[in-house]
Nanobody
Framework: QVQLVESGGGLVQAGGSLRLSCAAS????????VGWFRQAPGKEREIVAA????????YYADSVKGRFTISRDNAKNTVYLQMNSLKPEDTAVYYC??????????????????WGQGTQVTVSS
Protein backbone atom coordinates (compact mmCIF):
# COMPACT_ATOMS: atom_id res chain seq x y z
CA GLN A 1 0.00 0.00 0.00
CA VAL A 2 1.13 3.53 -0.84
CA GLN A 3 -0.36 6.66 0.68
CA LEU A 4 0.68 10.32 0.42
CA VAL A 5 -0.93 12.95 2.64
CA GLU A 6 -0.51 16.72 2.18
CA SER A 7 -1.03 19.24 4.97
CA GLY A 8 -0.36 22.90 5.73
CA GLY A 9 -2.69 24.64 3.30
CA GLY A 10 -4.99 27.48 4.27
CA LEU A 11 -6.06 31.07 3.68
CA VAL A 12 -3.39 33.79 3.79
CA GLN A 13 -3.06 37.39 2.68
CA ALA A 14 -0.78 38.38 -0.19
CA GLY A 15 2.82 38.55 0.99
CA GLY A 16 2.33 35.86 3.60
CA SER A 17 3.92 32.42 3.93
CA LEU A 18 2.86 28.80 4.25
CA ARG A 19 4.76 25.54 4.56
CA LEU A 20 3.21 22.48 2.97
CA SER A 21 4.16 18.97 4.09
CA CYS A 22 3.80 15.67 2.24
CA ALA A 23 4.09 12.58 4.42
CA ALA A 24 4.39 9.11 2.90
CA SER A 25 3.48 5.77 4.41
CA UNK A 26 6.25 3.24 4.92
CA UNK A 27 9.33 4.00 2.86
CA UNK A 28 7.39 5.35 -0.14
CA UNK A 29 9.90 8.11 -0.90
CA UNK A 30 13.03 5.98 -0.46
CA UNK A 31 15.23 6.35 -3.57
CA UNK A 32 12.48 8.37 -5.29
CA UNK A 33 12.18 11.90 -6.60
CA VAL A 34 9.09 13.86 -5.50
CA GLY A 35 7.23 16.72 -7.15
CA TRP A 36 4.76 19.39 -6.07
CA PHE A 37 2.01 20.28 -8.55
CA ARG A 38 -0.85 22.76 -8.40
CA GLN A 39 -4.14 23.29 -10.18
CA ALA A 40 -5.76 26.72 -10.14
CA PRO A 41 -9.44 27.31 -10.98
CA GLY A 42 -9.98 26.90 -14.72
CA LYS A 43 -6.32 26.02 -15.32
CA GLU A 44 -4.32 22.89 -16.16
CA ARG A 45 -2.33 21.10 -13.49
CA GLU A 46 1.27 22.26 -13.54
CA ILE A 47 4.50 21.39 -11.77
CA VAL A 48 5.82 23.98 -9.34
CA ALA A 49 8.84 22.21 -7.84
CA ALA A 50 10.59 18.85 -7.69
CA UNK A 51 13.41 17.27 -5.73
CA UNK A 52 15.58 14.27 -6.62
CA UNK A 53 16.99 11.51 -4.47
CA UNK A 54 18.65 11.96 -2.02
CA UNK A 55 17.78 15.69 -2.22
CA UNK A 56 20.57 17.65 -3.88
CA UNK A 57 18.94 18.28 -7.28
CA UNK A 58 15.89 20.57 -7.41
CA TYR A 59 13.63 22.18 -10.01
CA TYR A 60 11.39 25.25 -9.79
CA ALA A 61 8.89 26.71 -12.20
CA ASP A 62 9.82 30.23 -13.27
CA SER A 63 6.67 31.60 -11.63
CA VAL A 64 7.79 30.49 -8.15
CA LYS A 65 11.58 30.67 -8.40
CA GLY A 66 13.04 32.71 -5.56
CA ARG A 67 9.83 32.49 -3.51
CA PHE A 68 9.31 28.73 -2.98
CA THR A 69 11.78 26.19 -1.58
CA ILE A 70 11.42 22.42 -1.80
CA SER A 71 13.22 20.21 0.71
CA ARG A 72 13.04 16.72 2.16
CA ASP A 73 13.76 14.93 5.40
CA ASN A 74 14.47 11.39 4.33
CA ALA A 75 14.60 10.08 7.91
CA LYS A 76 11.00 11.32 8.37
CA ASN A 77 9.89 10.24 4.87
CA THR A 78 8.53 13.75 4.34
CA VAL A 79 8.85 16.39 1.61
CA TYR A 80 8.18 20.09 2.24
CA LEU A 81 7.29 23.13 0.15
CA GLN A 82 8.06 26.45 1.84
CA MET A 83 6.07 29.21 0.12
CA ASN A 84 7.02 32.83 0.79
CA SER A 85 5.81 36.14 -0.68
CA LEU A 86 2.56 34.51 -1.75
CA LYS A 87 0.50 36.13 -4.50
CA PRO A 88 -3.19 35.76 -5.39
CA GLU A 89 -2.15 33.87 -8.53
CA ASP A 90 -0.66 31.16 -6.28
CA THR A 91 -4.21 30.19 -5.26
CA ALA A 92 -4.68 26.52 -6.18
CA VAL A 93 -4.99 23.00 -4.88
CA TYR A 94 -1.46 21.72 -4.26
CA TYR A 95 -0.55 18.06 -4.73
CA CYS A 96 2.57 16.04 -3.99
CA UNK A 97 3.48 13.03 -6.12
CA UNK A 98 6.17 10.36 -6.41
CA UNK A 99 8.20 10.10 -9.60
CA UNK A 100 8.06 6.90 -11.67
CA UNK A 101 11.72 7.38 -12.62
CA UNK A 102 13.47 6.44 -9.40
CA UNK A 103 15.66 9.24 -8.12
CA UNK A 104 15.05 11.44 -11.17
CA UNK A 105 12.17 13.88 -11.68
CA UNK A 106 10.28 14.99 -14.74
CA UNK A 107 8.04 18.00 -15.42
CA UNK A 108 4.97 16.20 -16.73
CA UNK A 109 2.06 14.84 -14.70
CA UNK A 110 2.26 11.39 -16.34
CA UNK A 111 5.79 10.90 -14.99
CA UNK A 112 4.42 10.47 -11.45
CA UNK A 113 2.64 7.36 -10.18
CA UNK A 114 1.33 8.03 -6.65
CA TRP A 115 -0.52 11.21 -5.68
CA GLY A 116 -1.90 12.78 -2.54
CA GLN A 117 -5.45 14.13 -2.30
CA GLY A 118 -4.30 17.76 -2.36
CA THR A 119 -4.43 20.71 0.01
CA GLN A 120 -6.11 24.05 -0.75
CA VAL A 121 -4.02 27.24 -0.72
CA THR A 122 -5.95 30.51 -1.03
CA VAL A 123 -4.16 33.87 -1.19
CA SER A 124 -6.29 37.00 -0.77
CA SER A 125 -5.48 40.49 -2.07
Amino acid sequence: QVQLVESGGGLVQAGGSLRLSCAASGRTFSSSAVGWFRQAPGKEREIVAAIGWPGISTYYADSVKGRFTISRDNAKNTVYLQMNSLKPEDTAVYYCARSRSGGYYGRAEYEYDYWGQGTQVTVSS
